[in-house]
């Protein structure tokens, strides 16, 4: 099982990204994924999940109003849509899939990490 995600680069403040996270190996259309992100000397964040079957999403209250989380059953895909960039944004995203039970925003109840792509936001 692979997950692999894409999409990021740098930008200014204000502008887009929208990130992908294509999974292989086998799919994920029964679970909750989420995005998450670390920036450099802190520790990894929630940032967005989307519920199995697309019809709820999660944000953290940094993100929402600025980044929408949507999911592609058919390419067994998760993509992060990101507005309205700020330089606090910038971070190494992951996308994950939750495997274990308990809140959507712990880290722990995912499993399949992806290798993560750098966004960064230059002011």
């Known amino acids: 099982v692979q997950l692999q995600a894409f999409g990021g680069g740098l930008v200014q403040a204000g502008g887009s990204l929208r990130l992908s996270c294509a999974a292989s190996?086998?799919?994920?259309?029964?679970?909750?994924m989420g995005w998450f992100r670390q920036a450099p000397g802190k520790e990894r964040e929630f940032v967005a999940a989307?519920?199995?079957?697309?019809?709820?999403?999660y944000y953290a209250d940094s993100v929402k109003g600025r980044f929408a989380i949507s999911r592609e059953h058919a390419k067994n895909t998760v993509y992060l849509q990101m507005n309205s960039l700020k330089p606090e944004d910038t971070a190494l995203y992951y996308c994950?899939?939750?495997?274990?039970?308990?809140?959507?925003?712990?880290?722990?109840?995912?499993?399949?990490w992806g290798q993560g792509t750098q966004v960064t936001v230059s002011s």
């Open positions: 994950a899939v939750k495997k274990y039970s308990g809140s959507v925003q712990a880290s722990p109840g995912y499993d399949y």
């Open positions: 190996g086998r799919t994920f259309s029964s679970n909750v």
């Open positions: 989307i519920s199995a079957s697309g019809g709820i999403t």
